[in-house]
């Protein structure tokens, strides 16, 4: 009886950790491709006909909140996309930093690290 509580007490640290670390692992593969969707997302919404950039920032809004991520910036290149000409790129940039999405207070190896999810894609527009 005593063997198998000092065997379990040697054993359940290190098993507790792994599983930790395997939900942490899994929630941040979560938060890139959520991040990186949400990205795609927007930048589609801003090179279509008729959209600005507020409208593009409205669709990441919707993404990420969705994702339950609340803490991220979000920028539009060119910020006025209605005058931009046809087939010139369109680019929606989202940040985060790393303290603000994880589940677990590691700011020792991961403190002021920021993740960029970035996507290009062609304005849509009448031809000149």
Known sequence: MGATSVEF????????????ASIELGRGMMV????????RSGCRIATLKGQTASDANAEVQRMMSISGIHTYTTQVVPTDVQTAPQW???????????DGITWIPIPKY?????????????REAEPE
């Open 9 to 20: 007490a040697m054993v359940a640290v290190p098993l507790f950790l792994f599983v930790l």
């Open 110 to 122: 991961l403190g002021g690290k920021v993740y960029t999810a970035s996507c290009v894609l062609p």
């Open 88 to 98: 010139s790129p369109v680019v929606v940039r989202i940040s985060t930093s790393l």
């Open 32 to 39: 890139v491709q959520a991040m990186e969707e949400a990205a």
